[in-house]
């Protein structure tokens, strides 16, 4: 009986557990718990999906992100907010810990409130700029929305994002539709490699502040045109993940599934929902995580797994097995038409860089496989894996393995080298003469002496 209601619990616990690989705990910091009400549709989809949701005021003294070293939440996520600082227990170095401890965060930005200090001291670590007074409008007078932004301008309708370069994964694409992205501060972004953007602003667009810019707009713009993020993403080293949202609007119920029009365009329905799931799945992962779950590697038609030691010249196979995390599940992982998986074989540098080819899966993993000749040097050498792509968690695997050099009696004998003909050639020739003087010399008669009679006088 209790084992029956063991496995009731179990499964219980497995249906309502969060669809997250990272956990299901999430943290919303806002003005006031009332004001979720405005986002009532987004958080409903995400109790749906198993999130364990707190709401917490950034004055509240009961806001800890850590107890005795551990983190209190899996996931931050800030709404816009009054508050300019958001107090000692949401610190620019508390929030790089919270990253650090592998602790995801979406921040979301409206222009109708001004950014809270610590979220620009910590974007600012992150390599991104905001606008010096954190309330600047993203204004478009020709991609803006006639409907609801007739005059300011300040409602954007974008078509829906495209991947940034091929052979990506195309999570946020959902093509033929748009978006609207109301009252959005703009961001730019710095050459780091963890940072990737997701939809930048139209070519027609700038940064405006109507407090200080009513008159007219100052030449000295922050940024403009494609300068301009809307939406970025960062992962870092760890593989933790920063969210930046320019426009929060676009989490509200009214912004969901609304009418928009574009100048002398027909309105249409935004795909903002579909969007935002994209989006928060995304960033609280649900999507985009990649596991390896086993490596092997032996010797060529040998049933001997991962031995420590190789010899040079030696024929190698080498499989890795690994899973992507999507729909709640993990899943065989497919790579994205025109990437490639590739494995190393290096000393210092890469003796070796071959493709991994998938050869099977199975019900939650693919595996891939290649063969390779281990090169003529002896040393320690790495079996590599590293593979990096914008919106995949990072592959890193290194097996550590000894390559020997060739033994005194794993040589090639002579007479199969066919180069040592002549030298052998040669030591038979001489062999063949000797044997052949010295059977002549011993079996040949000697010449006889001629004897005569003895003179007498």
Same mark, same amino acid.
């Given at each position: 009986?209790?084992?029956?209601?063991?496995?009731?619990?179990?499964?219980?616990?497995?249906? !309502? =557990? /969060? &669809?997250? $690989?990272?956990?299901?705990?999430? %943290?919303?910091?806002?003005? @006031? *718990?009332?004001?979720?009400?405005?986002?009532?549709?987004?958080?409903?989809?995400?109790?749906?999906?198993?999130?364990?949701?707190?709401?917490?005021?950034?004055?509240?003294?009961?806001?800890?992100?850590?107890?005795?070293?551990?983190?209190?939440?899996?996931?931050?996520?800030?709404?816009?907010?009054?508050?300019?600082?958001?107090?000692?227990?949401?610190?620019?170095?508390?929030?790089?810990?919270?990253?650090?401890?592998?602790?995801?965060?979406?921040?979301?930005?409206?222009?109708?409130?001004?950014?809270?200090?610590?979220?620009?001291?910590?974007?600012?670590?992150?390599?991104?700029?905001?606008?010096?007074?954190?309330?600047?409008?993203?204004?478009?007078?020709?991609?803006?929305?006639? !409907? =609801? /932004? &007739?005059? $300011?301008?300040?409602?954007?309708? %974008?078509?829906?994002?495209? @991947? *940034?370069?091929?052979?990506?994964?195309?999570?946020?694409?959902?093509?033929?539709?748009?978006?609207?992205?109301?009252?959005?501060?703009?961001?730019?972004?710095?050459?780091?490699?963890?940072?990737?953007?997701?939809?930048?602003?139209?070519?027609?667009?700038?940064?405006?502040?109507?407090?200080?810019?009513?008159?007219?707009?100052?030449?000295?713009?922050?940024?403009?045109?494609?300068?301009?993020?809307?939406?970025?993403?960062?992962?870092?080293?760890?593989?933790?993940?920063?969210?930046?949202?320019?426009?929060?609007?676009?989490?509200?119920?009214?912004?969901?599934?609304?009418?928009?029009?574009?100048?002398?365009?027909?309105?249409?329905?935004?795909?903002?929902?579909?969007?935002?799931?994209?989006?928060? &799945?995304?960033?609280?992962?649900?999507?985009?995580?990649?596991?390896?779950?086993? *490596?092997?590697?032996?010797?060529?038609?040998?049933?001997?797994?991962?031995?420590?030691?190789?010899?040079?010249?030696?024929?190698?196979?080498?499989?890795?097995?690994?899973?992507?995390?999507?729909?709640?599940?993990?899943?065989?992982?497919?790579?994205?038409?025109?990437?490639?998986?590739?494995?190393?074989?290096?000393?210092?540098?890469?003796?070796?860089?071959?493709?991994?080819?998938?050869?099977?899966?199975?019900?939650?993993?693919?595996?891939?496989?290649?063969?390779?000749?281990?090169?003529?040097?002896?040393?320690?050498?790495?079996?590599?894996?590293?593979?990096?792509?914008?919106?995949?968690?990072?592959?890193?695997?290194?097996?550590?393995?000894?390559?020997?050099?060739?033994?005194?009696?794993?040589?090639?004998?002579?007479?199969?080298?066919?180069?040592?003909?002549?030298?052998?050639?040669?030591?038979?020739?001489?062999?063949?003469?000797?044997?052949?003087?010295?059977?002549?010399?011993?079996?040949?008669?000697?010449?006889?002496?001629?004897?005569?009679?003895?003179?007498?006088?």
């Amino acid at each position: 009986m209790r084992s029956l209601l063991g496995l009731v619990l179990f499964l219980f616990a497995a249906l !309502v =557990s /969060a &669809a997250s $690989s990272a956990g299901s705990r999430l %943290l919303v910091v806002l003005d @006031n *718990v009332e004001d979720k009400n405005a986002y009532s549709r987004f958080f409903a989809d995400l109790t749906e999906r198993g999130y364990d949701i707190t709401y917490e005021s950034a004055k509240s003294e009961a806001l800890h992100l850590f107890n005795l070293g551990q983190r209190n939440y899996d996931h931050l996520l800030f709404l816009p907010t009054k508050i300019k600082g958001l107090g000692p227990n949401l610190t620019p170095k508390v929030l790089l810990d919270f990253l650090n401890a592998d602790g995801n965060i979406l921040v979301t930005m409206s222009s109708t409130h001004a950014v809270p200090s610590s979220l620009v001291a910590l974007l600012s670590e992150l390599d991104i700029a905001l606008p010096a007074e954190r309330t600047a409008s993203v204004v478009d007078h020709f991609y803006y929305d006639t !409907v =609801s /932004a &007739a005059e $300011s301008h300040d409602v954007l309708v %974008l078509d829906t994002p495209r @991947n *940034v370069r091929p052979a990506l994964k195309n999570y946020f694409e959902i093509p033929g539709s748009v978006l609207s992205v109301p009252h959005a501060i703009g961001h730019t972004l710095g050459p780091g490699p963890l940072l990737t953007p997701i939809i930048r602003a139209p070519a027609t667009a700038y940064s405006y502040n109507p407090k200080e810019e009513a008159e007219a707009v100052d030449e000295d713009l922050f940024a403009a045109g494609q300068q301009l993020a809307l939406v970025s993403v960062l992962q870092a080293r760890n593989s933790a993940r920063v969210t930046i949202l320019g426009a929060a609007e676009m989490l509200q119920d009214k912004w969901l599934e609304t009418k928009v029009s574009r100048p002398a365009e027909k309105a249409q329905y935004t795909a903002n929902r579909e969007f935002i799931t994209s989006l928060s &799945a995304w960033a609280f992962q649900e999507l985009g995580v990649l596991r390896i779950n086993s *490596v092997e590697h032996k010797l060529k038609d040998t049933d001997e797994l991962n031995p420590s030691i190789y010899r040079v010249k030696n024929e190698v196979s080498y499989a890795i097995s690994i899973s992507e995390y999507a729909d709640g599940g993990w899943m065989p992982f497919r790579v994205p038409e025109g990437d490639s998986l590739q494995l190393e074989f290096s000393m210092l540098s890469p003796f070796h860089r071959v493709d991994l080819k998938p050869t099977s899966e199975t019900q939650h993993a693919t595996i891939f496989t290649t063969n390779l000749t281990l090169p003529d040097q002896h040393g320690i050498f790495n079996f590599k894996v590293n593979y990096k792509r914008p919106f995949l968690t990072y592959l890193e695997s290194k097996e550590t393995v000894s390559v020997r050099h060739m033994a005194h009696d794993e040589w090639p004998r002579s007479y199969v080298i066919t180069g040592a003909y002549p030298w052998l050639s040669g030591i038979g020739a001489t062999i063949v003469g000797f044997v052949a003087f010295s059977a002549l010399w011993m079996y040949s008669q000697p010449v006889k002496k001629t004897t005569g009679t003895k003179k007498t006088q």
